[in-house]
């Protein structure tokens, strides 16, 4: 017994060891790995129909592979496409704007004039120094967008590399995704249905993280943004990516793009825009969350606010854009997990209180059986 000890214990150790020295190695990957996971899971139907009708698994998840990423990369393409134009037609339209007025400062001066009148009626505003501060932000904000975009064009081989990663777990998660569970699960001491409910809940929350809020997502950001562009609204393609991207963070939502853009159409002498605008983004653009979303994720998963909150503002911290879809499934994990101990406590209590009545010492004790030979 004591050899048997030693010998788990120090496969236990080792275990740890090389699970640490598996993590550092996989630790550059955890993104692209994740989103190979995410759309395997998501497009796992296409999968299963494509598979149906090609019958070989590796031409099957070439097919599905090469299916996803046109499916993704075109719209990603076209959208990208559109937004260029937009930022580029903004920068237009203020550089001309600017230049009028003497630079951009004033002109942000001149735009700030008669809501600053308006404040200045109620508050003393004259001991601010509203040019100094402008400035000082103009500076700020150019410095940023300076340091972001060397970012952005040094890590454009890190994003093609991990593309490629993605698209090659993709490939392997399609062809292979079942036995890779039936293998997971022959790994976990727990029991069949045990097993079904872990991975069933971690799918689920994926699912439904996904079409529950991509999609809602996609549909407010495209009635805000068509909402601008019938107001005039410079940038509606932008504003309305904006949006959607607001629309996914739980107690932001979409208000943060359509009531500045109200409050843009108020100042601009736009009045009935700018109420139209408020009750088109209060009354439709709110509301279509309350329908919308239980009809697609049909009650896959269920969470308290607070607790997305958390999930959501918690995993952009870490995990940055995957965070939206990383934190949800990571606090999935943890809810089912205690869901499961907490069935096997209550398994075990009950074993517990029937043992007495049985005369048994414990839930597992037996009487001594005589083998017969």
Not at 16 to 32: G, T
């Amino acid at each position: 017994m004591v050899k048997k000890r030693i010998t788990i214990i120090f496969l236990l150790v080792i275990t740890a060891f090389s699970l640490y020295l598996s993590f550092i190695i996989f630790r550059p990957f955890l993104k692209p790995l994740f989103t190979a996971v995410v759309i395997a899971v998501v497009f796992f139907p296409v999968q299963a129909r494509m598979l149906r009708i090609v019958r070989s698994p590796s031409l099957s998840a070439l097919l599905s592979t090469i299916l996803v990423t046109t499916i993704l990369v075109i719209p990603a393409v076209m959208l990208g496409a559109a937004i260029t134009n937009e930022v580029t037609h903004l920068y237009q339209f203020l550089d001309q704007r600017s230049e009028e007025s003497g630079g951009l400062s004033p002109f942000l001066m001149g735009a700030l004039e008669a809501p600053l009148r308006w404040i200045g009626q109620y508050v003393d505003v004259s001991k601010i120094d509203i040019r100094g501060y402008l400035a000082s932000r103009l500076q700020q904000i150019s410095g940023f967008l300076l340091a972001e975009t060397g970012v952005i064009v040094g890590n454009l081989a890190s994003f093609v590399i991990n593309g490629a990663v993605a698209l090659f777990t993709l490939f392997f998660l399609f062809r292979e995704g079942r036995s890779m569970r039936h293998r997971a699960a022959a790994y976990l001491p727990l029991r069949p249905e045990q097993v079904d409910k872990l991975f069933n809940g971690i799918s689920n929350t994926l699912i439904a993280t996904v079409y529950g809020g991509l999609v809602v997502a996609a549909v407010q950001g495209g009635l805000v943004g068509l909402a601008l562009w019938i107001f005039g609204v410079p940038s509606p393609v932008l504003w309305a990516v904006v949006a959607a991207f607001f629309a996914l963070l739980p107690l932001v939502g979409t208000a943060a793009v359509w009531l500045p853009a109200s409050i843009y159409l108020l100042l601009t002498g736009n009045r009935i825009e700018a109420l139209i605008m408020i009750g088109w983004g209060a009354g439709v653009v709110g509301t279509v969350d309350n329908f919308l979303r239980p009809y697609l994720i049909s009650g896959r998963v269920q969470m308290h606010t607070l607790l997305i909150f958390f999930s959501v503002f918690g995993g952009i911290q870490v995990f940055g854009f995957l965070g939206l879809f990383a934190g949800p499934v990571i606090l999935a994990f943890a809810s089912t997990l205690l869901s499961l101990l907490r069935d096997e406590g209550r398994n075990l209590q009950q074993e517990w209180q029937e043992s007495p009545a049985t005369g048994e010492i414990g839930p597992t004790a037996s009487a001594p059986q005589v083998e017969n030979r």
